[in-house]
């Protein structure tokens, strides 16, 4: 078989011709809705403002994210939530988008790195992550700052970690502390001494 | 991922009933279940999401114990100021695991039925009795290095992952459920994971549909809590040992295992012989144990993770 022509079949042609044939071969088993392609309607609050999405089920929030929505900030590095590269916040809290569905969002408030700043304006994070030379290649860094700022919130909130010595007590904003909780998030450029100064300095404690 | 429906439930009951049709799986966090169905490991047809049945409290039992909502994410168990202060080897053990993006995520439900981290169950060119009965283990006589020692079967030496449950194993707590025809049951947790026998194709003793609505904890035991975990590198990371201990000041305590069966382990019998050492522990723990010669080194190494949790409690 010849290989199909990469410019003429595009991934999406492929993707829905894929969805097809299945629909097809499964719809005598299947109950008529059952075809997975049946677009879900739903409205994500992306960045504070509304939109309205109709997807398959099938797609996660970052592809919802990156394809439909274009916001392509938040990156794909591994897609099985071992990377950290995905990371949005959901209502305030950080998540991999890689392993959540779209659909399972309606309703809820995303913020992307695009919705914590942007070059113009940035944010106090992104900032310091420029001034501190908080990456080489960047490819992890939408990830890392929407964990960080994410992160020292759930220090803010009293959640304990795994270095935190007395489970009863407010966890303190020492260089262990920050690099247990950023250890979903991978930088394979080993930019982490600069990336951990970064978040040191908008913390506002001295490494 | 394979074509599926999705629909949203609001009660448990109809949570339930939405999973008796052919095909259905729950989905809470998702952190465990979508990575499968993105390898089609796990290809459910219909999706039901049970993220907004209200089961993400935790109230107090009339017994003086706690009862956690199914729904109860990582995160929130492992902060709750009740369990850091009465169940500490809980919050350790929850802490200790995965990161804190999917600790947002992951919940106490789901926590339980997390699908086992074999590499060769993740390997869909691999036999698999667990991914696809009857197919054989290409585990044994592979590279076993993380896989289990103890309780393990000529069909699977699979390892269970979670942190959370060795916890819970150590503190008796109890799985609540519910059925399609409302029918409750109160499964004790030392019943809930199964050992892989000819069948490894079944992680628990739930039945088809069954539906986790809680867990529950007796009320507070006391002692010193511990969650001592092992692992390839300091945080993110599967256990190559967990123990789980409480220890009372008279030496005696409770001990559970990560990393070493296809269930959290523990030996009540065994715990007796807590006062006299560790090495008299583990061979009573271990006993019976089948290691490979790549994974031997995890039965010294618990000896030695227990050792240093019993010298901590003396301190």
């Known amino acids: ?207 | 991922m394979r074509p599926f429906t999705y629909e949203r439930v609001r009660t448990p009951s109809e949570a339930a009933a939405a999973a008796q049709r052919p095909g259905a799986r729950f989905i809470a966090g998702g952190t465990n279940l979508l990575d499968l169905m993105k390898l089609q490991i796990e290809a459910p047809t219909h999706l039901v999401d049970v993220n907004h049945l209200g089961l993400d409290r935790i109230e107090e039992t009339g017994e003086g114990g706690l009862r956690i909502g199914a729904l109860v994410r990582n995160t929130d168990l492992a902060a709750d100021a009740r369990v850091r202060r009465d169940y500490a080897v809980l919050s350790r053990a929850l802490l200790a695991g995965a990161s804190g993006q999917l600790r947002n995520k992951a919940t106490t439900a789901g926590n339980l039925l997390q699908r086992t981290r074999c590499p060769y169950f993740y390997d869909t060119a691999q036999p698999c009795n667990k991914r696809q009965p009857g197919s054989g283990c290409a585990a044994i006589g592979g590279i076993t290095r993380q896989l289990a020692v103890i309780g393990s079967s000529d069909a699977c030496i699979a390892t269970h992952p979670s942190d959370m449950a060795v916890a819970m194993r150590a503190l008796d707590a109890i799985v609540e459920t519910i059925d399609g025809e409302g029918g409750e049951r109160r499964i004790p947790i030392a019943e809930f994971h199964r050992l892989p026998g000819d069948t490894p194709h079944l992680d628990t003793t739930l039945r088809s549909g069954e539906f986790i609505t809680a867990v529950t904890l007796p009320a507070p035991v006391g002692g010193r809590h511990f969650y001592r975990k092992v692992r390839d590198r300091a945080s993110y990371a599967f256990a190559l040992v967990s123990v789980a201990a409480i220890v009372q000041p008279d030496g005696s305590g409770r001990v559970a295992l990560g990393g070493v069966a296809h269930r959290p382990w523990r030996v009540e019998a065994a715990e007796g012989e807590l006062p006299r050492g560790a090495r008299a522990a583990m061979v009573a723990i271990l006993d019976g144990a089948r290691p490979t010669h790549e994974n031997a080194f995890k039965l010294r190494l618990a000896e030695r993770t227990l050792a240093g949790v019993l010298d901590e409690a003396r301190s």
């Open chain 1, 1 to 207: 078989m010849t290989p199909p022509d990469p410019i003429a079949l595009s991934r999406r042609t492929l993707v829905a011709g894929a969805a097809a044939m299945t629909s097809a071969g499964g719809a005598a088993a299947a109950p008529a809705a059952a075809t997975g392609t049946t677009p879900s309607a739903l409205t994500l609050r992306v960045n504070g403002e509304d939109r309205h999405l109709d997807l398959d089920p099938r797609t996660t929030l970052l592809d919802a994210l990156r394809e439909q929505l274009h916001l392509t900030g938040s990156k794909k590095g591994c897609d099985h939530g071992q990377c950290g590269a995905c990371t949005v916040m959901v209502n305030g809290t950080r998540i991999y988008s890689c392993l959540t569905l779209a659909v399972m969002h309606d309703g809820d408030a995303v913020t992307t790195i695009e919705g914590l700043g942007s070059p113009e304006a940035m944010h106090p994070m992104q900032e310091a992550f420029v001034r501190h030379d908080g990456y080489q290649c960047g490819y992890c860094t939408p990830g890392q700052i929407c964990a960080s700022v994410a992160m020292l919130e759930e220090i803010k909130a009293g959640i304990p970690s795994h270095v935190t010595e007395d489970l009863n007590a407010a966890p303190a904003l020492t260089a262990d502390e920050i690099r247990e909780r950023m250890s979903g998030n991978i930088c394979r450029c080993g930019a982490y001494s600069n990336i951990l100064d970064a978040i040191t300095d908008v913390a506002g404690r001295p490494a």
